[in-house]
């Protein structure tokens, strides 16, 4: 870590919401907010002029919403992307799952306390891309009979078992059940710091981003449990 603060930038239609996280946000001695954005269009234009560390990005906005935004500013195009972290509400979840497609690294509920939301926000700028594992079992669960894999997952599936150790295997199936390192260093009796190891590695290898690709293409390709 840097003695720099994390630059956030907040994205959200309502002006309510965006000053209640800009107080939030400012409040923290290790936190700056450099912009504010009201759409998805004014979120893509002050990320791109701004270069956030951070970008607290609703989905539901006027002109341009949080998914397109967030595709533009963190898809597989994007150069050197801020981690995105979305806020959202259960009845809108059938938009988190393309969110996290699109690039986002993390997904808190609307309705999390402040504590919760700044450290999100530095989870997401720390690396540890998926947020509130009980609440990521929940979603994902959601759509894991949608992501039924055809024959070119199936092939991606071999390609994924041959590139990886078994071991890694495993720590992949665990994160895609949505469980913090913690949680799976205690499932395969093993410490945090190797669980640490393992997903660094697994990223390396299969070229994903961070743990919310790796739980995308867990599913996609049938290698959760449930989605087969």
Do not use: W
């Amino acid at each position: 870590m840097t003695d720099q603060p994390i630059r956030v930038l907040v994205c959200d239609d309502q002006e309510l919401v965006r000053t209640g996280y800009v107080t939030i946000f400012s409040a923290q001695p290790d936190m700056e907010v450099v912009g504010e954005a009201a759409n998805g269009l004014e979120a893509v234009h002050e990320a791109t002029r701004l270069r956030p560390d951070a970008v607290v990005m609703d989905i539901r906005m006027p002109l341009l919403d949080g998914i397109e935004a967030t595709r533009r500013l963190a898809g597989p195009q994007a150069a050197d992307p801020p981690k995105i972290l979305v806020v959202t509400t259960f009845n809108v979840d059938a938009y988190v799952y393309e969110a996290f497609r699109a690039g986002a690294s993390g997904f808190l509920l609307k309705d999390a306390p402040p504590a919760q939301l700044v450290n999100g926000v530095r989870t997401v700028t720390g690396g540890e891309a998926l947020l509130a594992p009980a609440v990521t079992r929940a979603l994902i669960g959601h759509f894991a009979e949608r992501l039924r894999p055809g024959d070119p997952s199936r092939t991606a599936r071999e390609d994924i078992v041959r590139t990886l150790t078994p071991r890694e295997l495993e720590v992949l199936e665990h994160i895609a059940q949505g469980l913090s390192n913690a949680e799976i260093a205690t499932a395969l009796f093993i410490t945090p710091e190797t669980v640490k190891t393992y997903v660094s590695r697994i990223l390396a290898k299969l070229d994903l981003r961070d743990r919310v690709q790796a739980v995308v293409l867990a599913y996609r390709i049938g290698l959760a449990g449930g989605a087969a």
